[in-house]
């Protein structure tokens, strides 16, 4: 009896750390989005995995202008609430990082192509937007919930 307990324990510590392991090794889930010029964390934003494999991010949370609004966005997103827009879309899987999408700064109304890459044991990701076909660009560091 005690045999089967014990190797139960271990089945159960094996799925737990393979499941905590498989959602380190991709952006899918909550990050804190650290503002680049301020250093604080400034919203929550959740990236899930679409049914094409695509990544998409929304924002959840805002931590320092809850009623912000994309005043400087152009078409469909001008004037909606920061809160709940998707600011990323269009992300596939590319060797150690995830690009081919775009990204929107909703305080600028700009939007990027955009680059994630997991750093370390997958708890920071260094979030990068580019201008055009050009290597120029700004990144955050975002830091899983």
């Known amino acids: 009896m005690m045999k ?7 089945a159960l510590a094996v799925s737990v750390f393979s499941t905590t ?9 909550t ?9 604080q964390v400034k ?4 990236i899930e995995q679409l049914p094409n494999g695509e990544l998409a991010g929304q924002i959840v949370k805002l931590l320092q202008h809850p009623d912000a609004v994309c005043d400087q966005c152009e078409g469909e997103r001008k004037g909606k ?3 709940g827009m998707t600011i990323l879309w269009g992300v596939r899987p ?13 305080q600028s109304g700009e939007i990027y192509r955009a680059e994630l ?3 370390g044991d997958g708890g920071r990701m260094e979030v990068r937007g580019f201008v055009g076909f050009s290597l120029l660009g700004r990144s955050q ?5």
């Open 4 to 10: 089967h307990r014990i190797i139960a324990l271990c």
């Open 21 to 29: 392991a498989s959602a380190e090794s991709t952006p899918v889930g």
């Open 31 to 39: 990050w804190r989005a650290i503002d680049d010029v301020s250093h």
């Open 43 to 46: 919203a929550l934003i959740r």
């Open 81 to 83: 609430p920061d809160l």
């Open 94 to 106: 590319d060797g150690d990082a995830w690009s081919g999408g775009h990204i929107l700064d909703p």
């Open 117 to 119: 890459k997991l750093l």
């Open 141 to 145: 560091i975002w830091l899983r919930e």
